[in-house]
């Protein structure tokens, strides 16, 4: 049944959005939403502080005007995924909340009205690439963060490690352990709802695709076929992929800016992506793309 109402829903969503106006005014502060020349400057960032991301061409049939010919998506590729997600034991000494109160009944979060969304593995240190957000931001903590503009400047985010997203096989005494499996991460504009969209393609050991349901053995069971669906892509043609559906990113970024700006810090819109791909690690906990983990805001 959600399998067909999702269907229904990308069918009404694709046909609403040939009639969608390109936004042209930002609305960024106002609303959490990205013009497409916000998403370019956002995904610019992203690529020159974070090695692993590139701009993409889209094929003939699928190119976007109102998109660059050269940046038409993001993508990054080989992102490691070493366990499932069933083997992430709950620990209640693991949580942190990380957002505000309705997103956990509507996007399958644990949480309530007063603690809002909470990430049940935040402090383990395998897993952790949340966005470390306390429910009262105004609290000061005696640790000094890390000012995400000075880390950026810095060149905190670069690695020159070329190589760190290839799968390796490790050895355990003389038993040799499974290749990870390994992800290709694209990052669109979606036009109908104004903000990035994630998109993920999962391979085995061999490089050989995943099925739709062990691609789901890597996703928050909270999230797989209600918050991740599996789609067409946008700009490329091929198989279905599986996406994180975008109908709350707009949601939840304008609460993050509400809640930074009370704090007396200021999110400006070129930081969109680092700050998007934190807060969707929650849904894909055990793929290790994010690697701005000491970046607290």
């Given at each position: 049944?959600?399998?067909?109402?999702?269907?229904?829903?990308?069918?009404?969503?694709?046909?609403?959005?040939?009639?969608?106006?390109?936004?042209?005014e930002s609305k960024f502060r106002e609303t959490g939403v990205l013009t497409p020349e916000e998403f370019i400057v956002a995904g610019d960032h992203l690529v020159h502080h974070c090695?692993?991301?590139?701009?993409?061409?889209?094929?003939?049939?699928?190119?976007?005007?109102?998109?660059?010919?050269?940046?038409?998506?993001?993508?990054?590729?080989?992102?490691?995924?070493?366990?499932?997600?069933?083997?992430?034991?709950?620990?209640?000494?693991?949580?942190?909340?990380?957002?505000?109160?309705?997103?956990?009944?509507?996007?399958?979060?644990?949480?309530?009205?007063?603690?809002?969304?909470?990430?049940?593995?935040?402090?383990?240190?395998?897993?952790?690439?949340?966005?470390?957000?306390?429910?009262?931001?105004?609290?000061?903590?005696?640790?000094?963060?890390?000012?995400?503009?000075?880390?950026?400047?810095?060149?905190?985010?670069?690695?020159?490690?070329?190589?760190?997203?290839?799968?390796?096989?490790?050895?355990?005494?003389?038993?040799?352990?499974?290749?990870?499996?390994?992800?290709?991460?694209?990052?669109?504009?979606?036009?109908?709802?104004?903000?990035?969209?994630?998109?993920?393609?999962?391979?085995?050991?061999?490089?050989?695709?995943?099925?739709?349901?062990?691609?789901?053995?890597?996703?928050s069971a909270d999230h797989a076929n209600k918050t991740i669906t599996i789609e067409t892509h946008p700009h490329i043609d091929g198989p279905p992929m599986a996406s994180i559906h975008p109908c709350r990113h707009a949601e939840t970024m304008?609460?993050?800016?509400?809640?930074?700006?009370?704090?007396?810090?200021?999110?400006?819109?070129?930081?969109?992506?680092?700050?998007?791909?934190?807060?969707?690690?929650?849904?894909?906990?055990?793929?290790?793309?994010?690697?701005?983990?000491?970046?607290?805001?």
């Amino acid at each position: 049944m959600d399998s067909l109402k999702n269907r229904l829903t990308q069918m009404a969503i694709g046909a609403a959005e040939k009639f969608t106006p390109i936004l042209k005014e930002s609305k960024f502060r106002e609303t959490g939403v990205l013009t497409p020349e916000e998403f370019i400057v956002a995904g610019d960032h992203l690529v020159h502080h974070c090695a692993t991301w590139q701009w993409a061409k889209a094929d003939a049939s699928k190119k976007r005007d109102y998109l660059p010919d050269e940046k038409q998506f993001l993508i990054t590729r080989n992102v490691p995924c070493r366990k499932r997600c069933r083997q992430m034991e709950y620990d209640p000494q693991q949580e942190k909340v990380l957002t505000s109160q309705e997103i956990g009944a509507e996007e399958g979060f644990a949480g309530d009205e007063d603690s809002g969304w909470v990430d049940t593995h935040h402090y383990n240190q395998e897993s952790n690439a949340a966005l470390e957000l306390d429910k009262d931001v105004k609290e000061e903590d005696d640790d000094e963060e890390v000012d995400l503009d000075n880390l950026v400047e810095s060149g905190g985010l670069e690695d020159a490690d070329t190589n760190r997203f290839v799968a390796k096989r490790e050895i355990m005494g003389s038993a040799e352990v499974e290749h990870p499996r390994t992800y290709d991460l694209h990052i669109t504009y979606d036009k109908y709802y104004q903000v990035p969209r994630l998109w993920l393609g999962g391979y085995n050991e061999n490089r050989r695709p995943l099925t739709t349901d062990e691609m789901n053995e890597d996703f928050s069971a909270d999230h797989a076929n209600k918050t991740i669906t599996i789609e067409t892509h946008p700009h490329i043609d091929g198989p279905p992929m599986a996406s994180i559906h975008p109908c709350r990113h707009a949601e939840t970024m304008k609460r993050l800016i509400d809640q930074l700006t009370e704090n007396g810090k200021d999110l400006g819109v070129h930081q969109y992506m680092l700050v998007f791909l934190k807060f969707v690690q929650a849904v894909i906990p055990t793929i290790d793309y994010d690697y701005t983990k000491s970046i607290q805001l």
